[in-house]
């Protein structure tokens, strides 16, 4: 029975725990996404992903701030010459269709290969790389600089991030996160440890219930004659 091929691969995104990637790593895989090539510190990618219509995109200038207000529904922000980037690049490039790319590293997305084997439930880029690591027989997958932690458009895509996660682990891949990654971290195991928010949950508890008396004192400090009040 032959032993099963090692594949690491390291799923990169933007947030802060990004500056932690091992780059001097050969066995790693590196696979990053979107616009994080107008970032300084990534110094190395193996597979690139954008797997937003090309057709959706709001191009910004660098120098110009992007306003809410500013972006159509349904678009995506990317910096100016995002698109012509991804053309010139030699290390394949990941988008929904390949032809639309124009370019000799394009590679249309699996993604009904993916459906196929693990499902539609996919909420994100990130967790779309994760099915297509999983497909590869990804055996040791790291993830570096996606915490979901912060707007609510990302937060609701973390149960999907951490269930993907936990698929993985199910299938025997080593997950790695990286120190600070709020992924897979919980405050405490529950009724097994006690939780860190008790004692600020009874400081408000006890608080209301404070305020609860001053305004019953106060209501009845109205009806009392005056040659009753103190």
């Known amino acids: 029975m032959s032993e099963q091929v090692e594949r690491r691969i390291l799923i990169a995104g933007t947030a802060p ?8 790593d050969p066995t790693l895989e590196i696979w990053a996404l979107n616009d994080m090539h107008v970032l300084t510190d990534l110094k190395r990618a193996d597979r690139w992903f954008d797997l937003h ?4 995109m709001y191009f910004r200038q660098s120098e110009q701030p992007v306003y809410q207000g500013d972006i159509p529904p349904g678009f995506f922000v990317r910096p100016a010459g995002h698109v012509e980037w991804l053309r010139k690049q030699t290390i394949p490039v990941y988008v929904q269709d390949a032809a639309a790319l124009g370019s000799p590293s394009a590679v249309t997305f699996p993604k009904e290969a993916i459906e196929a084997k693990f499902g539609k439930h996919f909420a994100s880029s990130p967790a779309w ?3 297509l690591a999983l497909l590869e027989g990804v055996t040791e997958l790291h993830i570096y600089g996606i915490h979901l932690a912060t707007e609510w458009e990302y937060v609701k895509q973390k149960p999907n991030m951490t269930f993907l996660l936990g698929l993985a682990a199910g299938l025997g891949v080593k997950v790695v996160l990286p120190k600070g990654c709020p992924l ?6 529950y009724a097994f ?3 860190p928010d008790t004692p600020k949950v009874a400081l408000k508890r006890t608080m209301a219930r404070l305020q609860q008396e001053a305004a019953l004192v ?4 109205k009806t009392r004659k005056w040659y009753q009040r103190p």
């Open 53 to 56: 219509p090309l057709d959706k």
């Open 129 to 131: 790389m994760i099915g």
């Open 218 to 221: 106060a209501k009845l400090a």
């Open 17 to 24: 725990t990004r500056t932690l990637i091992p780059f001097d």
């Open 193 to 195: 440890e006690e939780d």
């Open 184 to 189: 897979l971290v919980e405050s405490h195991q």
